[in-house]
Structures are given as C-alpha cells and as structure tokens.
C-alpha cells in the first residue's frame, strides 16, 4: 500500500510574529506546487490562531508540540487537545524526547496524551527513540518496542492505523548527526514488523513512520530512498523556508 509522505516542522520554542509571518509566505510560495507528499508545522501554543489564519485553505496543515492528558480542569500551564482541535491543528507530536527527558514524561503519560489527542480528533505524531547509551547496549529494539506497546496497551489495535510514529534516535536530535539510511531502515523496517505482530499486517501497512533527527536538505535525499522512511520529522531546518522545502520536495521525488 502506498502511504503518502508526511514532512512536519517541529518549531520548537522558536519564533515570533514577525519571523513566522515571513516563513509561511516563503512556505506558501513553494510547497502548494508539491504534489504526491504531506507537510505540516508544528508550532508553540501562542503562534496556532496566527497560523490557523494564515495556513487555512491551503496545501500545508498545521499543528502543536504537546497537549495534556487532561480533558479539562486545574492544570495550571496545560492545553487540552480540544482547544487544539477549536484552532484547526490536524497534528499533535506527542513523546518527544525532549518532553520525555527535560519533563519527565513517562511512557504510560505520553500514552495518555495520544489518547487525549485521538478522543478529540487529533493525529498524534508519537515519537519513539533510543538514546546513545541505549543503542550502544544494543537495545534500541527494546525500546522503541516498550514505547509502541504502552500506546497499544491503552488505546488497542485500532489507534495506531490512524497515527503518525516518528522514529527519532535522541542522539541524532539537534545534533548534526543525521542518523545514517541503513541504520534508519533497520529500525522503520523493525518498527513495521513490530506494528504488524501487534495489529496486523493492513492496519501496519497505513501507518506512516516519519524519521527524524538532524534531517536537512543535504540528508533528506538519501533518507528518502529508503522505502519505509514516509516522510521526516525537521526541528533546526524547518526553521529556514529554503530548507525545509528542500525537504518536502525530496520526500516528493522519491515518491
Ligand atoms: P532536529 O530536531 O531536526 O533539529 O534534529 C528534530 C526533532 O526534534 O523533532
């Protein structure tokens, strides 16, 4: 089956009025000509009016960083999917490694928060990814294994069809260490046998696993060739229109 690439932005704390102003008209210039490929942003809480206003209608969805797990209530600082769904998001990453490391997010949290995501019609981007330790050990399968099965052991089968999985090794991630195309296949390839023991092999073949870390316009090329890379997850070169078009427009070609 053929899945259809996904390119997202994750801004990360970066921006401003001013500067995403600009970026969207640059964006909007290049990437509606784009056919065969998704592209999204994802961007800090504040900026999601500004975008829903800009982006609506267009070629280029858009979306948010976290979300709580929370439908509602006193948690002071937290924004429920259904304020994210109120402002057009499509998308929300949820588990990324820097939430899991600088805030102590927990497997059975970010399970949570897909749910919460999903229960207001969101599609969560799940990030999942060994960190360097973790790898030397030779346990990377292990545990990108353990975060998959913690969404499944809440959610069921049926929830995965319908996400997005980002594979992002931590050591790849704002580093320049752009994962190499064979040590990413093999663990998209793993990710996708995994998925088919645990939902079988239709509802494995939908979902779309995003690579990220480190992707820009020099990398993307290459990572593209590979057939289970559907797309990339871009945090420093989303930021610079020039780039990240560079980046849709592989993930269009290798189509
Ligand atoms: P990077 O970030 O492209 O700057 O490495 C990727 C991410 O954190 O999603």
Not at 231 to 250: D, H, K, M, T, Y
Request: aromatic residues 6%; negative net charge; hydrophobic residues 45%.
């Amino acid at each position: 089956m053929a899945r259809t690439r996904l390119v997202a932005g994750n801004w990360k704390m970066h921006g401003s009025r001013e500067s995403n102003r600009a970026l969207l008209d640059r964006l909007l210039q290049e990437i509606p000509g784009m056919k065969g490929v998704e592209c999204a942003v994802c961007v800090p809480f504040p900026y999601l009016g500004q975008v829903a206003e800009r982006l609506a209608g267009t070629a280029i969805a858009w979306g948010a960083q976290n979300v709580s797990e929370h439908a509602q209530g006193a948690y002071t600082g937290e924004v429920s999917a259904a304020m994210l769904a109120e402002f057009g998001c499509r998308y929300v990453i949820v588990g990324h490694s820097e939430r899991r490391q600088l805030y102590g997010e927990s497997d059975a949290q970010v399970a949570a928060k897909f749910a919460a995501a999903q229960g207001a019609g969101l599609v969560p981007i799940l990030c999942v990814g060994e960190t360097l330790a973790e790898r030397d050990a030779g346990c990377t399968e292990q545990v990108v294994d353990r975060q998959l099965q913690q969404v499944l052991n809440l959610k069921g089968k049926d929830s995965v069809s319908k996400a997005v999985v980002a594979y992002e090794p931590v050591w790849a991630i704002g580093t320049g260490k752009t994962a190499t195309s064979d040590q990413a296949q093999e663990v998209h390839a793993h990710l996708r046998e995994t998925l088919t023991a645990l939902v079988g092999r239709e509802a494995a073949e939908q979902v779309r696993i995003q690579y990220g870390g480190s992707v820009n316009a020099e990398t993307a090329p290459r990572l593209f060739a590979e057939p289970e890379l559907d797309g990339a997850l871009v945090g420093g070169a989303s930021l610079e229109a020039a780039s990240f078009f560079r980046i849709v427009a592989a993930a269009a070609a290798a189509v």
